[in-house]
């Protein structure tokens, strides 16, 4: 198993923990069956993904399940980009 840290902007948190609540289930269990689905549907789901895009994507992907990533928190991607970009 792999620990992740998953930043959520307020509104998108109060949304999940409402999910979690109604389904009886934890805010983390419902957070990570959502990023799970999310990262198979990409991988799953699209038959005209470049073949080398699809590598470099499981590369990734395998490097946060094994921990050997390194993970950034999502406000900071965002500002970067922000910043980069002159967003």
């Given at each position: 198993?792999?620990?992740?840290?998953?930043?959520?902007?307020?509104?998108?948190?109060d949304r999940v923990k409402a999910l979690a609540e109604s389904e009886g289930r934890s805010v983390d269990e419902v957070i990570g069956e959502?990023?799970?689905?999310?990262?198979?549907?990409?991988?799953?789901?699209?038959?005209?993904?470049?073949?080398?895009?699809?590598?470099?994507?499981?590369?990734?992907?395998?490097?946060?399940?094994?921990?050997?990533?390194?993970?950034?928190?999502?406000?900071?991607?965002?500002?970067?980009?922000?910043?980069?970009?002159?967003?």
């Amino acid at each position: 198993m792999v620990a992740v840290t998953i930043h959520l902007a307020p509104a998108t948190l109060d949304r999940v923990k409402a999910l979690a609540e109604s389904e009886g289930r934890s805010v983390d269990e419902v957070i990570g069956e959502i990023a799970n689905e999310a990262i198979e549907h990409e991988l799953d789901g699209d038959d005209d993904m470049d073949p080398e895009y699809r590598a470099e994507l499981v590369c990734r992907i395998e490097g946060i399940r094994n921990g050997t990533a390194k993970t950034v928190p999502a406000d900071e991607a965002i500002a970067r980009i922000r910043a980069r970009f002159g967003w």
